[in-house]
């Protein structure tokens, strides 16, 4: 079964860190690109990073440049974002995604597998 796996969200204080895992299973990462998105409550699924199927290649929304940062263990199949400096507008489930391609082109509407998602909250 093929399926990805996100870890590692909670509750966090404003300015704290946490490092999310995005795990495969069934299938190897190695020829794919890997996006993180996130939904926060009542409004879209937005794009915050993709890496490039070798990890070469990295790209950032805006809101989350200088703070969070996307790598990839292509032995251990797993996709990291880590995330410092967290805000309140941080809080949203996090998913990664995956789109067969080497590039770093992480579309909302052209992935090809999706986890579940896991919850992060920033707050006081």
């Known amino acids: 079964q093929l399926q990805l796996v996100e870890s590692g969200g909670g509750l966090v204080q404003p300015g704290g860190s946490l490092r999310l895992s995005c795990a495969a299973s069934?299938?190897?990462?190695?020829?794919?690109?890997i996006g993180w998105f996130r939904q926060a409550p009542g409004k879209e699924r937005e794009g915050v990073s993709c890496?490039?199927?070798?990890?070469?290649?990295?790209n950032y929304a805006d809101s989350v440049k200088g703070r969070f940062t996307i790598s990839r263990d292509n032995a251990k199949n797993t996709v990291y974002l880590q995330m410092n400096s967290l805000k309140p507008e941080d809080t949203a489930v996090y998913y990664c995604?995956?789109?067969?391609?080497?590039?770093?082109?992480?579309?909302?509407?052209?992935?090809?597998?999706w986890g579940k998602g896991t919850l992060v909250t920033v707050s006081s």
């Open positions: 995604a995956a789109r067969l391609s080497s590039g770093a082109v992480c579309l909302l509407h052209g992935m090809d597998y």
């Open positions: 069934g299938f190897t990462l190695d020829y794919y690109a």
């Open positions: 890496i490039s199927s070798s990890g070469g290649s990295t």
